[in-house]
C-alpha cells in the first residue's frame, strides 16, 4: 500500500494543502496508457522510456510480460503535494483504481528508484491484497516490509537485481541492498 523513506522525511512540508488536480498528459507506450499531471509529465516520461528501454532487452519473456502487465495497472499518476502519509515518497489505494499518487519527495529520489516505486504501487494495484508485514532484517523498520519476491518490495528487488547484476559500482549495489533488506524471505 505504501512506500516508505525514512530519509526523506526530514524534507516533508507540514500542513499544507492539496494541490487541485490541473492539466493531465498522457503517456502511451508499449500497451501502457498512463495520465499524468502535466507540471511533472516530461520527468515521468523520460522515467518510463528510459526503464521501457530497459525491459524490452529482458530476454526472459516471462519476467518482461510480468513487468509490462504490472505497470499495465497504472491509468494515473496523480502528483499532489501532501496526499501519503508522512515519509512517504508514493502510495496508491485500493478505493482509487489504477491511480498512484507521488509527491515532491518522489523526485528526491534518483530515477531507478522512482521508477522502482511507480512498479511497486503498480504491484498493488494489481493485487490489491498485499499488505505489508514486519521487517525481520531491520525490526526497527517496523511493518514496511513484505514476506515474498512477488511483493510489491519483492518485485522492486528482482527488478534491481536483473538490471545491475552485472553493474559492480556503490550507486547499484547500496540500491539493491536497500530493497533486500525490505523483503523478509530473500
Ligand atoms: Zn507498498
Known amino acids: 500500500m505504501k512506500k516508505l523513506i525514512h530519509l526523506f522525511s526530514v524534507l516533508l512540508f507540514v500542513g499544507c494543502s492539496s494541490n487541485p488536480v490541473g492539466p493531465v498528459a498522457t503517456f502511451k507506450q508499449d500497451g501502457l496508457v498512463i495520465s499524468v499531471n502535466a507540471e511533472v509529465a516530461d520527468k515521468i516520461e523520460a522515467t518510463l522510456k ?11 519473456s516471462d519476467f518482461k510480460n510480468e513487468l509490462l ?28 483504481d489504477g491511480k498512484i499518487f507521488i509527491n515532491q519527495n518522489f523526485f528526491q529520489m534518483p530515477s531507478i528508484e522512482q521508477f522502482t516505486a511507480l512498479l511497486h504501487e503498480a504491484r498493488h494495484l494489481e493485487s490489491q491484497n498485499f499488505e505489508h508485514m514486519k521487517c525481520s532484517k531491520r ?34 549495489a547500496r540500491v539493491i541492498q536497500k530493497i533486500f533488506l525490505r523483503v523478509n524471505k530473500i
Not at 50 to 60: D, M, Q, R, V
Not at 70 to 92: E, H, M, P, W
Not at 144 to 168: A, M, Q, R, T, V
Open 139 to 172: 525490526p526497527e523498520w517496523g511493518y514496511e516490509c513484505d514476506e515474498s519476491i512477488n511483493s510489491p518490495y519483492g518485485l522492486e528487488y528482482k527488478y534491481l537485481l536483473h538490471k545491475f547484476i552485472n553493474k559492480k559500482d556503490d550507486q547499484s
Open 50 to 60: 528510459s526503464e521501457l528501454l530497459y525491459i524490452k532487452t529482458i530476454a526472459e
Open 69 to 96: 502487465k504490472t505497470l499495465s495497472s497504472i491509468s494515473f499518476i496523480d502528483y499532489q503535494k501532501d496526499n501519503c502519509a508522512r515519509g512517504q515518497v508514493a502510495c496508491s489505494d485500493k478505493m482509487n
